[in-house]
């Protein structure tokens, strides 16, 4: 690894970090042409409002290691590279993943009877670092779900560029049941293998939108 040829050099802990970032770097512009490129933790919670209906999502998003020591580089934080991050630069790292463009979904989609669910805004909950990876959670409102509807809920990212992985149980209010559906992976690599074969020069903004296809389908119905 370069970050140990550096150190073993005498290039101190610092160079050999920064060394490391290079390969790191190396590495992911060698892998550009594949997808996903971003890995993401998912834990979906699901919130009532004063009624106990589900009104809420809070979404948890624990990035890879790659991508969270690319955005501390980028960002200028952790120079010391001692993996703690201090007061000021939390501060400077919340709300980082939330600054969205217009039109942007935030790679959730929910849906109640075939029609989708409008949500609100974002509401950044807290920002951490912890074990080398970002974890960053928010919230966002909805109108509340009746009594027996199902609600569908699924992560992705429809150009595949992030993988987003539901990392643990999806919770919810009392009264409320949740199963989860996972993707069908063979069915969906198939579906990717195929449209990279009928557009085999395709650049990466034309990437095919199959995210939906490699996302888990959870629903949700509750009894109040």
């Keep these: ?65 790659l991508t969270s020591l690319m955005t501390l580089e980028d960002m200028g934080l952790d120079q010391d590279y001692d993996g703690v991050l201090s007061p000021g630069e939390l501060a ?13 979904e935030g790679d959730l989609y929910l849906a109640q009877g075939g029609q989708a669910v409008q949500l609100d805004a974002p509401v950044a909950v807290e920002t951490r670092f912890e074990n080398g990876q970002i974890i960053s959670v928010h919230r966002r409102a909805f109108a509340p779900v009746p009594a027996g509807t199902v609600l569908e809920i699924k992560a992705y990212d429809p150009t595949f560029y992030t993988e987003y992985t539901l990392a643990a149980a999806v919770q919810v209010p009392d009264g409320c049941r949740v199963q989860v559906l996972q993707a069908d992976l063979g069915q969906a690599n198939a579906l990717l293998d195929k449209l990279l074969q009928e557009s085999p020069d395709m650049d990466d903004d034309a990437f095919p939108a199959v995210g939906h296809a490699f996302a888990d389908k959870v629903t949700v119905t509750c009894a109040q």
């Design 1 to 65: 690894m370069a970050w140990a040829i550096a150190a073993r050099a005498g290039g101190g802990y610092h160079c050999a970090m920064r060394a490391f970032f290079a390969f790191l770097f190396s590495l992911w512009a060698a892998q550009a042409a594949a997808h996903p490129h971003v890995f993401v933790q998912t834990q979906l919670v699901l919130l009532p409002d004063a009624q106990g209906r589900a009104a809420t999502i809070e979404v948890h998003w624990a990035y890879d290691e």
């Design 92 to 104: 400077r790292l919340q709300g980082f993943d939330l600054r969205w463009i217009a039109g942007f």
